[in-house]
């Protein structure tokens, strides 16, 4: 009963919402784009985004907040979260911000501690209750309470990893680069590149309670480097981005674990060039699965999926218009997906064919300064 109606809370927000229904609903959409602020960037940009165009116009921005690199959007899409990705643990932290349905601009409401340096990842659970967030230079997860008007209350449990692999450059200690919440809201599920493992921790929605004790641990091929996750529309498959291999891994889940099924490489056959795999979607009509390279590649590699099995089979890969694609994503309409180069300073548009999944060029182009992560919400 639990999971049903969570399922339905994702439903009603959207989350899980076929493409063709979202493209009933709305064209617009406000974009949000979280940066490093090391250079020209002040913040966090606000555009708006037309689904049938692929244009977008910039609206505004949130200045004066320290490097927010990676954002999450609360479930009634009311609020906005973002790490500010400081190394210092005693400054890096996590902010809140209102959105304004009527011009999308962002209100800075406070900030929290991370709980440790250099938090890279947020995300929030199904209810809106809970805020997690990936400490990737202290090697730890951490879980803060959502109060009152969507401000965030102090860490609540914070967990340290432990171990290494056999990289010794970028594994010789835990480096927490991702917490990733299943879609039956039960676990909280963890990528970690140093100690090259996947871990979950029960979830109780109810309580707002991260269990401390690990219910399930991945351990992945040797110096793989585990990065990013994303789970199917339907919840039953998932699948996991490494970066120091350039592999992807597809899952199985049965509402406890992930059970490895299939690792595949996102390499050109016989590269023997530098390898950073960074991040992985999934279009929203559960077809295709994309993963993004940097590095000498720079490129959005895309694979089919089965909708029975989950298997993957790759069909092409496009350059992602510029350098250091540390993010991507597709419009929830699946029409377009848009590719954040870092170190070009550029957001690149592209269009989707739907029935293929490959990419084509639009001419459409964003400049801002050091994109590193890119969300979306209707326009009311």
Do not use: W
């Not at 064209?27 to 913040?43: I, M, N």
């Not at 090697?139 to 967990?159: H, Q």
């Not at 039953?236 to 299939?262: C, H, P, W």
């Not at 000498?296 to 092409?316: A, P």
């Amino acid at each position: 009963m639990k999971r049903i109606l969570l399922l339905c809370v994702f439903l009603i927000g959207g989350l899980l919402l076929p493409s063709d229904s979202v493209s009933q609903t709305s064209s617009q959409f406000y974009l949000f784009v979280g940066t490093y602020t090391s250079e020209a960037s002040e913040g966090i940009y606000v555009y708006q985004f037309d689904a049938e165009t692929g244009e977008a116009e910039y609206l505004s921005k949130a200045a004066g907040v320290a490097n927010p690199s990676y954002l999450a959007l609360s479930p009634d899409q009311k609020y906005l979260y973002a790490v500010n990705e400081i190394g210092d643990p005693d400054k890096a932290s996590v902010s809140s911000f209102s959105i304004d349905e009527d011009s999308g601009s962002l209100t800075f409401l406070n900030k929290q501690l991370s709980g440790g340096g250099a938090p890279c990842y947020i995300s929030v659970d199904a209810t809106g209750e809970a805020v997690f967030v990936a400490n990737y230079a202290g090697g730890s997860l951490a879980m803060l309470p959502v109060g009152k008007g969507g401000k965030l209350e102090k860490v609540k449990t914070t967990i340290q990893h432990k171990g290494s692999g056999i990289n010794t450059a970028r594994q010789a200690a835990p480096h927490v680069h991702c917490t990733y919440i299943s879609p039956d809201n039960d676990r909280l599920f963890v990528a970690d590149l140093g100690s090259n493992t996947i871990t979950g921790y029960a979830f109780d929605a109810e309580e707002v309670m991260l269990d401390a004790t690990a219910s399930s641990v991945y351990e992945a091929t040797p110096g793989a480097g585990p990065r990013h996750l994303t789970f199917h529309p339907n919840g039953e498959f998932a699948y996991l981005i490494n970066e120091l291999n350039g592999t992807v891994v597809a899952f199985t889940y049965d509402g406890e674990r992930l059970s490895k099924m299939q690792q595949l490489s996102t390499l050109p056959e016989e590269y023997d060039g530098p390898i950073s795999g960074a991040d992985i979607h999934i279009s929203p009509d559960g077809k295709f699965l994309y993963a993004s390279n940097r590095e000498d590649l720079n490129n959005i590699v895309i694979y089919s999926i089965s909708q029975e099995s989950g298997m993957l089979s790759k069909v092409g890969q496009h350059t992602s218009g510029g350098e250091h694609p540390r993010n991507f994503m597709i419009d929830p309409t699946g029409t377009y997906l848009l590719a954040a180069n870092r170190d070009t300073d550029n957001i690149v548009v592209f269009k989707r064919d739907k029935t293929t999944g490959l990419l084509s060029e639009t001419g459409i182009e964003l400049k801002v300064s050091m994109p590193v992560c890119l969300k979306m919400m209707p326009v009311n």
